[in-house]
């Protein structure tokens, strides 16, 4: 097998975007998102809608990131496709394309995890983090920290025992009256205002994370408070949003910075879609100054779901020689 100008299309449909990248030795050439409307009046991600979404999408998708690639099909070497987590539906969606494509183009197949590629999604742009490194993955379903002593190496040391940190971030704002996913709108509000309300602290011990009681107390402060002024949400809503965000992003700091001392690593990643938070970059930003940390966050397109990062990680499965048959199936968990 040649080493020289591999060129993998990846697919990623384990929730609500249906994303296709392509990447050539190395470099993406293609990152396309399709995101899904049709769950926003339901205040979440509704699976069936979800698969249904992604068998319209995927081809569209494909096309365009083939075109903005410049390439023909004949010269890929791989196809990628997220195997787990996820919602079985829409991982199905992507597998069966996957596969597909794999056996018309006569070329292998890579399974890859999501939460593993979103830790690689840091090794498509400069800078690169040096191993071992700490990555806190936050995205709505999953809050972890871990350390990543090489490429394929981790061990988990912290995490979330009920909510993830993006669920906590769209509960509240469900609360607030806000659409789904209310996370990036929390942020958007939380930077025209100011914090001034204080909800109970998590108290979870080691470094593992809490939300659901942060999560109730922000519920009874809001009941409470709508009885004696029934406007007080939209009378409140950047000091709301601004207060519970900064709740949030204490509670990840505080296990963070723990972590930190706790295994003397200061090369410190973020990954997840509330990578994208600009309240916890600030404080990442922050604590680089004040604990000399090295941190790295990557570009806002490589934070949230995508398919570039599903092309990072089996860019570095070819090369470990990690293929799989088309018998490989895909895995909620
Ligand atoms: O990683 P991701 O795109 O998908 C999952 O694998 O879950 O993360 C999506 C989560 C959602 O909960 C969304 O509300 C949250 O990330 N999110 C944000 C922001 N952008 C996305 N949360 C807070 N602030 C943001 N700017
Ligand atoms: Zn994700």
Redesign the pocket.
């Known amino acids: 097998m040649s080493l020289t100008n591999i060129t993998i299309l990846a697919i990623e449909s ?2 609500d ?1 249906t994303a296709v990248s392509i990447i050539k030795n190395g470099k993406i050439l293609s990152n396309v998102v399709a995101g899904q409307k049709v769950h926003e009046q339901y205040g979440g991600v509704v699976p069936e809608l979800a698969s249904r979404a992604h068998q319209a999408n995927i081809v569209p998708v494909l096309d365009v990131a083939v075109k903005q690639a410049n390439i023909q099909l004949s010269e890929l070497n791989a196809i990628a496709f997220t195997q787990n987590p ?1 919602l079985i539906g829409s991982l199905m969606v992507g597998c069966s394309f996957a596969k597909s494509l794999a056996q018309t183009l006569n070329i292998p197949l890579i399974a890859v995890n ?1 939460m593993q590629a ?1 830790v690689l999604a840091h090794f498509i742009d400069e800078p690169k983090p040096a191993f071992p490194f700490l990555c806190l993955t ?5 809050t972890q920290i871990a350390i990543f002593k090489n490429y394929f190496e981790s061990e988990i040391i912290g995490k979330t025992i009920d909510d ?4 906590a ?2 509960k509240a ?1 469900k609360m607030l009256s806000l659409p789904y ?4 709108l ?3 509000y939380a930077q025209q205002g100011n914090v001034v309300y204080e909800f109970a602290k998590p108290n979870i011990p080691e470094l593992d994370y809490s939300f659901s009681g942060l999560k109730t107390s922000f519920l009874y402060f809001l009941k409470n408070e709508m009885a004696k002024n029934e406007n007080f949400i939209n009378d409140n809503r950047d000091n709301l949003c601004a207060s519970i ?1 900064h709740s949030i992003v204490t509670h990840l700091m505080k296990k963070l910075v723990l972590a930190s001392k706790q295994t003397g690593i200061k090369n410190i990643a973020l990954a ?3 990578s ?5 970059r600030k404080a990442i930003e922050d604590a680089e100054k004040k604990h000399q940390w090295k941190t790295f966050i990557p570009a806002f397109e490589y ?3 995508n398919a570039a990062m599903i092309a990072m990680t089996a860019h570095y499965k070819y090369f470990n020689n990690e293929f799989e048959s088309l018998e490989v199936a895909p895995s909620a968990r």
Do not use: R, W, Y
């Open positions: 384990s929730c975007d996820g999501h979103h936050v995205s709505g379903g999953h993830a940190a993006g669920e971030f769209d704002a996913p209310g996370g990036p929390i942020d958007k965000q997840g879609g509330v994208a938070n600009s309240g916890l934070c949230t779901d």
